[in-house]
């Protein structure tokens, strides 16, 4: 009876602690599945997304890669499927400042002049000048200087935005025009 006294002055737990133990367990075990959901859900691993677009136009014909949202690239496997894959890295340069290398290929080429893989480079306390791209329409390999912007380069989430147009040319001094305006989310950061 003493307990049935005091239960209103120390409330219902000296009462009903056997429920309450159980009570307490079960809430532990719902917040921390719910917690887990909520990280695997919002805050897991989305791993490399592309927005945006490098094409390539050469003898008269344009060809690329159009990622209209946000578009994952970093698939496993060498792409045979036909699947666009693609890497980014950021390495720490100096004081905020970042190296950007960014690779994008196709699995399989579609004919000999279809954009097969573009690698843009940049550093974000360059001019914009020394960027440079190597481009592969088809198998002829394309490569040099090209102006390159990036609008942003954020460590956290390893966010990058490039943009750029140039002209890149062929051992045999044939040039193609590539022209790029990427937002990338997940890069690797060295």
Do not use: K
Request: charged content about 20%; aromatic content about 4%; hydrophobic content about 40%.
């Amino acid at each position: 009876m003493l307990r049935a006294s005091i239960a209103p002055l120390a409330g219902l737990a000296c009462i009903w602690l056997p429920w309450n133990d159980v009570m307490i367990r079960r809430t532990a075990f719902v917040s921390l599945l719910g917690s887990v959901l909520l990280l695997v859900g919002c805050g897991g691993d989305h791993g490399l997304t592309a927005r945006g677009s490098v094409t390539a136009e050469a003898d008269g014909r344009t060809t690329g890669f159009t990622f209209p949202s946000d578009t994952r690239i970093d698939v496993a496997g060498d792409g045979a499927a036909g699947l666009v894959t693609g890497e980014c890295e950021m390495a720490q340069v100096g004081e905020d400042a970042w190296g950007l290398v960014v690779t994008i290929r196709r699995g399989a080429t579609v004919d000999d002049l279809g954009l097969s893989s573009v690698t843009l480079m940049q550093r974000t306390d360059a001019e914009p000048s020394a960027g440079r791209v190597e481009a592969e329409l088809g198998t002829t390999s394309y490569g040099g200087a090209c102006e390159i912007d990036v609008p942003y380069a954020v460590e956290d989430g390893g966010m990058v935005g490039l943009t750029g147009s140039c002209e890149v040319a062929d051992a045999d001094g044939q040039t193609a025009r590539v022209e790029l305006e990427l937002d990338l989310v997940g890069c690797t950061v060295i």
